[in-house]
């Protein structure tokens, strides 16, 4: 698979570390040192495709991707995610960013940007407004945990600020700054609409403007023509809702979009039968994949029997039945290219029939009867049946009980939960996946009810852990003492195909996610 | 023909009320819950308990459901949880949509159906009515989704003649017309054949009847019999058929509109069960009750008014 050594080109960076760019970028795109796409417009419409509906164009209310896809166009953070195969950030809104110590983080805005519909120039108390009322209980947004321990944001002159925390917080330079938390509103506009917006953005400033939804149908973004920064490439770019990637794959096909992603089990299809004129390109996910065991259901209290299902499972013949080779066997919760990721799991990837059925001897149990949980995916249904195969090699029979979505994020709560096939998303920092492990976790979303004190102790020092070895060896040993613990077999973090038209240069983040602001005409 | 009238709407409201309620229960008693899908895994219970105070999710089920027609009588559905936009405008936004695709399905088959079902009739056991009842019956047997696919395949895939996806652009008519060729060709193909079929067996048996005969005697022109006379009292169980076929033109429309990628009301609802966005759901649900009684309605309606033994109740 293509770029599976994905590594944070900017994070970790020492401190004091002072980051000039954006002003030195403007100027190599006047002098014409950059590639034609950023120093001038080329025109035209990018016709694109997003699985779900928007639900808000606010970012205290963002659910995920889908709505960030959109806002990254519109909306200004202080800085981006860098397009590539390494992830990464750049400067967007802010000419200057810099660590100023663990707590503390000073920024200067660009002068030259400016919000929509006559409310004014982007200042440094926009900054404080879009972050510190994510935080603000009265709002109840979903996403306040994106900002840690954020304690406010100083405004030190029009356009200069200092971002403090009560304390460090790494996770900031990943997962907030570069994504929905780090979306910088007009403090006017949502002022003058009550503090709050649903699905019509008041005011924007990206390169891109907002301007028509219709729902269940699409999004149109259009230039932006007050945008001083880096030209956008589009005239106009439609982005259309179509849920299933088969129907985006023939609409492909049919000329009708020029960039989706594709289904893993067309990958092989496209590969031998390649659409002219276009590019499958293959991205690693974030996404993880696993087999839970509930640590509280009697059933599963013997430790051997456990470790006798973690050795019985064949995660090569899963990858090649359920997700037809397009997908690689995870080591655990945290991907390739991301702090934490282990080079191997402590169980083995293929299945070890003989130390499974030893296992299963020293565990004195027989006849076992058990249940595996599966949302109606098919590559679920398929890994469901592989493993109910596997572990009747070792003398276990194995239920599979199907559930459709609403049903079953609901089993959490379910005390007698036995195996359950569960993925998770995730962002790229690893303390989003150690996050959903904790013991505070336990029936909620950590559905092994896995309670490790220890575990919980590295979940909070690595948040805060500045040196990137130590804070990478945290999670690593996190991750092993999940595995130890029996209650979980890590499988796959599924990949990201995805298609374009050879005119168009996509922009995608490291896991195949578009960044449509910097998308490109080839 | 007034109190006729009446009293069919008075039905109508009885029905829609019945089935309504129904849903609402079905709705509520299946598994899952709106709060976490709604906000997702990092809501605090605080978060979840406002919410579903919101949504009234805290109230017993019989006070939701009088809720409910309470505040449908004053013309308020509540509001979208997600968007925070009110429920009738987004049900209302989406009815168009669906409303189009049926009406042209429905219409192009309806006139395509009665015309082949009156030519078999009119030159039964030719070859042309023998080819007809085999077409005929091969449609029938074929499922809208089939037709989708293979429509989609062939005449957007392949020949690049229709859009694959969409709706068409709003309020460029020519656009949406060219966008609703395909899905409404899939929802009304296999209608053709079930229109013919009903209108020519419809047909043969009124040409049998005595009336026909006697203006066969008079010597009136074949084409007055057939289309002045004839025509008039068989295509009754046809207008019949599609008025209580509304139903399944709905449902036609749901695969059609999610193979399409087309907005409407089908796409809406199964969008709204999958999330368990109670407020659109029973929206969407109300809107797709009042179609298909409003349907059988206006054709228990139309047959009253082409068959006056109706209308006395005969």
Same mark, same amino acid.
């Given at each position: ?349 293929? /299945?070890?029939?003989?130390? !499974? =059925?030893?296992?299963? *001897?020293?565990?004195?149990?027989? &006849?076992?009867? #058990?249940? $595996? ?5 098919? /590559?679920?249904?398929?890994? !469901? =049946?592989?493993?109910? *195969?596997?572990?009747?090699?070792? &003398?276990?029979? #194995?239920? $599979? ?122 | ?314």
């Amino acid at each position: 698979m293509n770029g599976a050594n994905i590594s944070w080109t900017r994070v970790g960076l020492p401190r004091r570390s002072f980051l000039r760019g954006a002003s030195a970028l403007g100027g190599l795109a006047a002098a014409g040192l950059l590639p034609a796409r950023w120093a001038q417009a080329a025109g035209g419409t990018l016709r694109t495709r997003t699985y779900a509906d928007i639900r808000s164009m606010d970012p205290a209310f963002s659910q995920g991707v889908v709505d960030e896809e959109i806002h990254a166009a519109i909306y200004n953070k202080l800085i981006q995610y860098k397009p590539g195969r390494e992830w990464g950030w750049q400067l967007d809104a802010a000419a200057m960013i810099e660590q100023a110590d663990d707590t503390h983080i000073n920024f200067a805005l660009r002068d030259d940007i400016g919000f929509t519909n006559g409310f004014g120039a982007m200042t440094a108390e926009d900054v404080k407004f879009s972050f510190e009322r994510i935080i603000d209980d009265a709002l109840e947004s979903t996403n306040k945990p994106d900002w840690g321990p954020l304690s406010h944001v100083e405004v030190t002159g029009e356009r200069t600020g200092t971002i403090v925390l009560k304390n460090a917080f790494q996770p900031l330079w990943s997962i907030t700054l570069p994504y929905i938390a780090g979306n910088i509103v007009s403090k006017a506009a949502f002022d003058s609409v009550g503090g709050k917006i649903d699905t019509q953005p008041v005011a924007t400033s990206g390169p891109y403007l907002h301007a028509g939804w219709e729902p269940k149908q699409k999004t149109t973004l259009r230039r932006n023509p007050d945008w001083k920064g880096e030209a956008a490439a589009f005239d106009e770019i439609q982005i259309y809702h179509i849920d299933d990637e088969k129907a985006a794959e023939i609409a492909f096909e049919a000329g009708e979009i020029d960039f989706t992603r594709v289904s893993l089990d067309s990958v092989e299809r496209l590969k031998s039968n390649p659409i002219a004129g276009a590019t499958l390109e293959e991205f690693p996910s974030l996404y993880y994949v696993w087999v839970g065991m509930n640590l509280d259901n009697p059933k599963l209290g013997n430790l051997k029997l456990r470790q006798a299902i973690q050795h019985a499972i064949d995660v090569p013949t899963i990858m090649a039945a359920a997700y037809f080779g397009a997908a690689e066997p995870s080591t655990g919760i945290i991907a390739p290219g991301l702090a934490g990721h282990r080079d191997a799991p402590l169980t083995g990837v293929a /299945a070890d029939l003989d130390k !499974a =059925q030893a296992l299963m *001897a020293e565990s004195g149990e027989a &006849g076992v009867s #058990l249940a $595996i949980d599966v949302l109606n995916k098919s /590559a679920n249904v398929t890994a !469901a =049946q592989i493993i109910q *195969a596997n572990l009747a090699a070792i &003398g276990i029979t #194995l239920e $599979i009980r199907l559930h459709e979505g609403a049903t079953f994020w609901e089993l959490g709560s379910n005390e007698d939960l036995e195996l359950v096939l569960n993925r998770y998303s995730m962002t790229p920092d690893p303390y989003y996946a150690t996050s959903w492990f904790i013991t505070e976790q336990a029936g909620v979303w950590n559905w092994e009810r896995f309670r490790s004190e220890e575990f919980d102790k590295l979940h909070l020092a690595a948040q805060s852990e500045g040196d990137p070895a130590a804070r990478a060896a945290m999670y690593a040993r996190a991750q092993d003492l999940m595995e130890e613990s029996g209650a979980y077999k890590f499988l796959t973090h599924e990949a990201t195909p995805v298609i374009y038209r050879n005119s168009v240069t996509p922009a995608l983040r490291p896991d195949g996610l578009p960044l449509y602001r910097y998308f490109g005409t080839a | 023909m007034l109190s006729f009238i009446f009293k069919r709407i008075g039905l109508a409201a009885v029905i829609t009320i019945l089935a309504v309620s129904s849903l609402f229960l079905i709705v509520h008693m299946i598994p899952g819950d709106p709060v976490s899908t709604m906000l997702g895994p990092r809501a605090t219970p605080e978060m979840r308990a406002a919410l579903e105070a919101r949504m009234g999710l805290d109230k017993p089920l019989i006070a939701q459901i009088g809720l409910f027609f309470a505040n449908m009588l004053r013309g308020d559905l509540g509001m979208d949880v997600f968007s925070n936009r009110p429920v009738s405008e987004i049900v209302l936004g989406q009815v168009p949509y669906t409303l189009v695709l049926i009406l042209v399905s429905i219409t192009w088959s309806a006139v395509l159906g009665i015309a082949l079902g009156s030519y078999s009739a009119i030159h039964r056991n030719s070859l042309g009515d023998r080819l007809t009842g085999i077409l005929s019956v091969s449609v029938i047997a074929v499922p809208a989704f089939v037709v989708s696919l293979y429509s989609l395949l062939i005449f957007a895939v392949k020949l690049q003649w229709f859009p694959a996806i969409g709706a068409g652009d709003a309020g460029n008519w020519g656009d949406q017309l060219h966008h609703l060729v395909l899905p409404s060709l899939a929802i009304g193909l296999s209608w053709v054949g079930y229109i013919a079929r009903l209108v020519r067996a419809s047909m043969l048996e009124v040409m049998g009847e005595g009336h026909i005969r006697t203006a066969r005697a008079f010597g009136l022109p074949e084409r007055q019999i057939v289309f002045g006379y004839a025509l008039r009292l068989a295509i009754l169980p046809t207008v019949t058929v599609i008025g209580v076929g509304m139903g399944f033109l709905l449902s036609a429309a749901v695969f059609t509109e999610i193979v399409f990628s087309r907005p409407g009301l089908g796409k809406l609802v199964i969008d709204s069960i999958t999330t368990r966005n109670y407020p659109v759901v029973m929206g969407s649900v109300l809107f797709s009750t009042l179609i298909f009684v409003a349907s059988t309605t206006l054709a228990d309606i139309v047959n009253a008014i082409l068959d006056p033994r109706i209308r006395a109740g005969k």
